[in-house]
C-alpha cells in the first residue's frame, strides 16, 4: 500500500524545542494549497509501474496531513486542498486519514468538519498534562485546553484518536510524568507517541541550556522516564510497536508504519519528503520558494538516487525501531549471503546481552534495546 502525506507548515508561536521547518504567514495559506493541489498535477503518475504496489496505480491506503500545524487552516482551506489532491491521485481507496492538531484550534464545528472530509484519524500534540510544563516549551495550550479537544474529538465521532507526549521536559520530575501519564490513560487513545525532548542546535531550547536556564534531564533520568513509560502503557494494554509509539491492539498507525516497512510514499508541500522505492526526493524547507516554483509550473523537489548501501542501511534503520524487526531473509535475498551472515555476527553480542531478540527469521530490538538503539544501529550499518 501507498501513503499520501501531506505537509502543511504554518504555525502561529513557535515551540522552543522545534526545529521542524515551520513559518507563521498564515496568509499565504489559500497560495500555499494551490501550490500542493499543483504538485499533485505534476506528479499524479509518479507511482505508475512501482511493482512493490499491490494495490493498483496511484490508490493510497493513507493520507496523513502533518506540520506544522494543519489545524492552523480553516476546514474549507482544508476541503479544497482535499479536493484538489483527490483530482490527481486516487483517494476513494483510503482507510485511514490522520490529520495533526493542536487543542486549542479545535473547536466542536472544527472537528466535525474535519470528520465530514473522511478524516477518521486525529493526532492531537498534548505534549504534557502539566500546565507549567507546557508554559516552559511555549505551547499556545494548557491540561484542560488539551482534555477538552479530546472530548470534542470524540463526540464527533472520531474513533481512532493519537496523543503526543513529551519527557524529559524542563522542571518535568518522574511524578510529574507519570500524572501525565495517567490523565492520558484516562482518556484511552488508541495510541500515544512518546518521544525524549531533544536539543537541536539553533532552537531557542539550546540557547536556554547554553545560558543556563534550563536543564537537560540525565541520562539515569531519561531512561527512569522511558522505563516508567514502557511500564504504564504496557500495563494498560497498549502495545509498544516502535521505539516511541504504543498503541491498543488494532491501532498501529498504518501511516507511519509503511515508513518503517520501506513503503513508497508520496509528500506533498514545503519540506516534504518522498520515496518511491529507487529514490528520495524532497522539497524545499522554503514556503516561497515551494510556492514560486509550482506557480510557474515546476516541481521543486531535489532527487536522491539512493545507492544500494544506503538502501541497506535504512531497511536496517527502519525496520530495527520497530518491535516486528527486521527480516533476516529479506536481506539476504536483498544484498546477498555474505552482507546477511555480516548482519547475524554482528547481532549475535547484542542477542546474547539480551537487548536484542532472534526470533525465526526477526531481529528485534527488547525495551531495554530500544534505549540504546541508536549505538546499536549504527554498529550493523554497511560501513
Ligand atoms: S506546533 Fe509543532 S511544528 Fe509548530 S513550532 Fe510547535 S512543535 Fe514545531
Known amino acids: 500500500m501507498a501513503g499520501l502525506y501531506i505537509h502543511i507548515p504554518f504555525c502561529k508561536k513557535r515551540c522552543i524545542y522545534c526545529d521542524f521547518y515551520s513559518t507563521n504567514r498564515l496568509d499565504m495559506a489559500d497560495r500555499y494549497v494551490a501550490a500542493v493541489v499543483e504538485e499533485a498535477r505534476l506528479r499524479r503518475d509518479e507511482l505508475s509501474g512501482i511493482a512493490a504496489l499491490d494495490c493498483g496505480k496511484d490508490v493510497f491506503k493513507t493520507v496523513y496531513v502533518g506540520g506544522g500545524t494543519p489545524s492552523q487552516l480553516t476546514t474549507d482551506v482544508m476541503a479544497r486542498m482535499v479536493a484538489g489532491v483527490g483530482r490527481y491521485f486516487r483517494l476513494d ?9 493542536n487543542p486549542d484550534d479545535v473547536s466542536e464545528e472544527y472537528v466535525s468538519k474535519l470528520a465530514k ?3 477518521n484519524r486525529v493526532s492531537m500534540g498534548v505534549q504534557s498534562f502539566n500546565d507549567a510544563e507546557l508554559a516552559a516549551i511555549n505551547r499556545r495550550h494548557n491540561a484542560r485546553c488539551a482534555t477538552e479537544a479530546y472530548r470534542m474529538i470524540r463526540e464527533a465521532g472520531i474513533r481512532n484518536v493519537s496523543i503526543d507526549l513529551i519527557y524529559g521536559l524542563p522542571g518535568q520530575t518522574i511524578d510529574s510524568l507519570d500524572a501525565t501519564l495517567a490523565q492520558a490513560l484516562a482518556l484511552r487513545p488508541e495510541h500515544i507517541s512518546a518521544y525524549c525532548l531533544t536539543f537541536e542546535q539553533g532552537t531557542e531550547l539550546w540557547r536556554r ?4 536556564l534550563v536543564r537537560e534531564a540525565d541520562e539515569e533520568m531519561s531512561i527512569e522516564m522511558y522505563r516508567l513509560i514502557v511500564r504504564r ?10 521505539i516511541s509509539n504504543y498503541a491498543l491492539p488494532g491501532y498501529w498507525s498504518h501511516h507511519n508504519s509503511s515508513y518503517w516497512d520501506y513503503t513508497p510514499y508520496v509528500g506533498l508541500g514545503a519540506a516534504a519528503h518522498s520515496f518511491d522505492g529507487v529514490s528520495r526526493r524532497y522539497n524545499p524547507s522554503n514556503l516561497m520558494g515551494y510556492i514560486d516554483a509550482l506557480e510557474h509550473g515546476r516541481l521543486a523537489y531535489v532527487e536522491e538516487k539512493m545507492s544500494r548501501e544506503e538502501h541497506y542501511d535504512e531497511e536496517v534503520m527502519m525496520s530495527l525501531r520497530t518491535s516486528a524487526g527486521l527480516s533476516v531473509k529479506s536481506i539476504g535475498d536483498k544484498y546477498g549471503p555474505e552482507v546477511r551472515d555480516v548482519l547475524l555476527q554482528k547481532a549475535e553480542k547484542y542477542v546474547a546481552r539480551g537487548i536484542m531478540l532472534h526470533r525465526g527469521d526477526y531481529l528485534s530490538l527488547t525495551d531495554d534495546g530500544m534505549l540504546v538503539s541508536d549505538a546499536v544501529i549504527e554498529d550493523l550499518m554497511w560501513g
Open 93 to 101: 481507496g483510503v482507510e485511514e486519514f490522520t490529520v495533526e492538531v
Open 117 to 119: 472530509l473522511g478524516v
Open 209 to 212: 541550556r547554553a545560558a543556563g
Open 233 to 242: 502503557l504496557s500495563g494498560a494494554g497498549y502495545e509498544h510497536y516502535e
